[in-house]
Structures are given as C-alpha cells and as structure tokens.
C-alpha cells in the first residue's frame, strides 16, 4: 500500500507481493520473525550446559529454569505471532468494511505494543540472569556465544515491535480519517485512491 488511505476504496484489488513485500511493516515483521527465531533457536540449542560431575543440564542464565523457559516461549510466541499478522497484513487489502479494518489494526496496536513490552522483560531477565552467572558452572563457557544472541536480538526485537506499534497507529490514524469523511459525505467517493 502506498500510503494512500486504507478504507473501502482500496478494498478488494489482486493482492500484489511486490507492493506487500515493500511495505514497513512487512519488512518488520519478517525481521521480528527472524529475531524470535534467533531468540529460541540460541536457547533451544545452546541453553543448556552441565558441569562435568553432573548429568543433569542446566539453564546457561544462572542455572534459572525460567529463563530459559521465558526465552523459548516468548520466542515461539512471537514467532507464531508474526506469521498471524503477515497473513492478516496480506489478507488485510480484502477487508472492505472501514471498522472490520479498524478492529485489525486496533488488535495490531495492542498485540505490538504488548510484544514489545515481553522482549523488554526477557532483554532485562535474560540479561539480570546472564550477569549472575557463575563462571563455575560453566568453566568452559559453553553456549556463551548463544546466550549473548539470545539477549542481543531480545533487545533488537523491543525496537522492531515498537516501530510495528507506530505504524499501527499511523494506519489507525488513516482509517478514522476514511472513517470520519465517509460519515460526513455518505454518497461522495472515496477521498484517497
């Protein structure tokens, strides 16, 4: 979409991936998708070491279960998160009632915002428990590398949540603006292409 408004007027046109691709929110999305993928992934795969006396693995973050846990699950979460609103943001286009739009973006509104407010927490948990780790138990500092993506991309990911959030409001803004000119002139055509 190219920044025109986003009301009955676009609605219904042949979905072009070119144009959906291109826009900033798309982009965002598949960059927060590679993140929480990064983010689980690290943990998934690296998170868990054990000291050479000891059978049973424990979480690299100061042997915290739960930070672990937290990390994997926002990630999967997020991941899952993202491919629903790409699907909604594709299909988005299709939806020809203004406030069957404003919903989507009000749901997209609070969604991001709330993502955006989990990575901050993971990026301070994961980074809290990091930081009390003990070089004891993990002397070979196994997994270390992995730990330190998992809290890089948990902190890129507070950013790229936030900027989906802004352009939500930007399309909310959008919307009520179509919203309000087609109450005013119920007969007029739309007043953006």
Not at 8 to 17: E, T, V, Y
Not at 55 to 68: D, G, S
Not at 110 to 120: D, E, I, M, N, R
């Amino acid at each position: 979409m190219d920044g025109g408004a986003f009301g009955a007027g676009k609605a219904g046109g042949a979905f072009d991936p070119q144009a959906f691709i291109r826009q900033p929110q798309t982009l965002l999305r598949l960059l927060s998708w590679v993140f929480s993928i990064v983010v689980f992934g690290s943990i998934v795969n690296e998170g868990y070491v054990n000291r050479a006396d000891e059978t049973q693995e424990h979480c690299i973050f100061n042997r915290n279960r739960n930070a672990c846990n937290y990390g994997i699950t926002v990630g999967v979460l997020a991941f899952l998160s993202c491919l629903l609103y790409l699907a909604l943001d594709a299909y988005f286009p299709q939806i020809s009632s203004v406030k069957d739009r404003k919903k989507a973006v009000l749901s997209d509104i609070g969604v991001s915002a709330f993502w955006a407010f989990l990575w901050f927490v993971g990026f301070c948990f994961l980074t809290n428990q990091w930081q009390a780790s003990k070089k004891e138990d993990n002397p070979m500092n196994e997994g270390g590398d992995a730990a330190r993506a998992a809290i890089t991309f948990s902190f890129f990911s507070i950013f790229t949540w936030a900027s989906l959030t802004f352009l939500a409001f930007r399309r909310l803004r959008d919307i009520t603006f179509q919203e309000e000119y087609n109450t005013l002139f119920p007969n007029s055509p739309s007043l953006l292409p």
